[in-house]
């Protein structure tokens, strides 16, 4: 039996404090029938209405609810694109067996180091079908100047590329079909800089980590260094450089790839 630590109740009730006087900024998109989150080619979010509180079970409203575990605001396990060590494919490493429930919630909580890649947006060609021609890509130059002026990231941040990407397009449906891939996202290398800065968790609030013209060289050098990808994240212009507390909850899901949850932001003034 594992024992209780003993609790330092002089902290513990300044950290009650600190929580209850903080402003908790919603990071989250909303998920729905309406909305446009999940893959377009993948499972379409469905909700079902299974009792409306006297038929057929009882007193209460109920819903099931069918989603790609990728839908909303997520985040990817490493084995959504790592396989297996043993399967013999392509970008296989031992962080493929990781699925979400494996994933500590101490991965997910750090204080946020948000950087504004909005100028990506702005100077990129428009595209004919999607809003930009391709994803704009985030540089090892950019994590570089954004260290010059705010200083050197440290093991415990959580990296937060903020594009405004989400508040622009994610709307409900049809206009919500622009919602499209095309968003700023790291380069492999730059997410190999974040690895040697001892980074262990990166979020976007874009679709996806991965470029729309190469979605699998961000993800494996993101997810085989085990480092995880929160997505479809918003709102990061509310949340300054530094100075954030930043955490994402996750469902608890059995061998799931993708790990839908709440992300939110705690500030203190």
Known sequence: MTATPEINTDRAAQLVD??????????SVTTGERWPCHPYEGQKFGQF?????TWP???FVEYVQVHDDHT?????????QIPPADSG?????????ITVEQVPLGQMIGPAAVIDVTALVENAPK????????????????ILAWEEQHGALTGEEIVLFRSDWSDRYYVPLPEGWGYDRSHPAPRAETIELLHERGIRAIGTDGRGIGLMQDDYSPHWACLGRNI???ENLTNLGSLPPRGALFVFASHKFEGASGGMGRAFGFLTT
Do not use: Y
């Open 57 to 59: 079970r009882g007193a």
């Open 127 to 142: 595209g004919e079908e999607t809003r930009l021609k391709e994803s704009p890509e985030i540089l090892p130059e950019h």
């Open 72 to 80: 909303g605001t997520h985040f990817d396990a490493p084995c959504h």
């Open 228 to 230: 995880v990808c929160i």
């Open 89 to 97: 494919l392509p970008a296989a490493n031992e962080f493929g067996s």
């Open 18 to 27: 600190l929580i209850t006087s903080a402003t908790i900024v919603d990071l």
């Open 49 to 53: 209405q299974m009792n409306w509180f």
